[in-house]
């Protein structure tokens, strides 16, 4: 596995993968990776001859109050876990490197139709931060194709968006939410869980299954089924932001006869911020 931080030396190994005709496969990532993280490498390179895997804390989608300083820098454990998955090249940038021209005189990136509800009614500038590091992201690496994972479900429609909208030539895939057995989310800020809070924590997939059950038997009353969802979770000890029934394809609020949902739910337990959602086929 390569290692490189700087974007002459990612052009340079770019460049002689290319002129070998190899196809090329990028997982973006914050580090501190788990099973999920490599589940999109083991996808990744279905789709390439080529993959690489990038870890940058991006300061630009962490709000004045959130974990951007704690957040959990792991990278010479990540290292050794991606060479066991044949990961072809890790790119480590420094913030210098993906905005040249500093953070505060960056262009930016915005997806005005997604970037405002849900998660981005909690975190304001969020997902312009994910929007515009995904887009830095891309111009260095130019990929074929792109791997993300379906937990951070939101996201992953902003950046479809975001690639349909500039006809950018990368094909973005959606990599399924790996959980424990307990049906708990995989997530890089799990580790911020006590040992009670991760017994708790299962209960937030549970209410899911449970909102999603009730729409297979025919309810349609989705406020009443976001509304007991929430007291579910308030009973359980979360904090929830939200828990919301949506179109699939875009996040609209559905029509009762709509046959594609997602059911998205953030909450805090503790110090954690977990989010998790679940596709509704009807």
Request: net charge negative.
């Amino acid at each position: 596995m390569k290692i490189v931080s700087t974007a002459e030396a990612l052009r340079e190994q770019l460049g002689e993968w290319r002129r070998a005709g190899d196809h090329i496969a990028l997982v973006p990532t914050m580090g501190n990776l788990h099973d999920g993280h490599l589940s999109l490498v083991r996808i990744a390179r279905e789709h390439a001859e080529r993959v690489i895997i990038s870890v940058f804390v991006n300061p630009t989608q962490f709000g004045e109050d959130e974990d951007f300083e704690k957040y959990p820098r792991t990278l010479e454990r990540d290292k050794l876990k991606l060479k066991k998955v044949s990961v072809d090249l890790l790119f480590v940038p420094e913030v210098a490197t993906m905005y040249p021209f500093g953070i505060d005189k960056a262009t930016t990136v915005t997806v005005p139709a997604l970037n405002q509800e849900l998660c981005g009614s909690f975190r304001p500038g969020h997902f312009d931060g994910v929007a515009t590091v995904v887009s830095r992201l891309f111009g260095l690496v130019q990929p074929d194709v792109a791997v993300f994972g379906q937990k951070d479900y939101q996201q992953l429609l902003v950046i479809r968006r975001l690639a349909e909208d500039l006809n950018l030539a990368v094909k973005i895939i959606a990599g399924p939410t790996l959980r424990d057995e307990d049906g708990l989310a995989m997530s890089s800020r799990n580790q911020y869980l006590t040992d009670e809070e991760r017994k708790i924590a299962p209960e937030l997939y549970r209410v899911l299954e449970k909102t999603a059950e009730a729409l297979h038997t025919g309810n349609r009353d989705y406020a009443a089924l976001e509304k007991s969802a929430v007291e579910q979770l308030t009973s359980s000890g979360f904090k929830p932001e939200y828990l919301s029934i949506r179109r699939a394809e875009n996040l609209d609020a559905p029509d009762r006869d709509e046959d594609h949902l997602v059911i998205l739910v953030a909450a805090h337990l503790g110090e954690a911020r977990l989010i998790d959602n679940l596709l509704v086929e009807i």
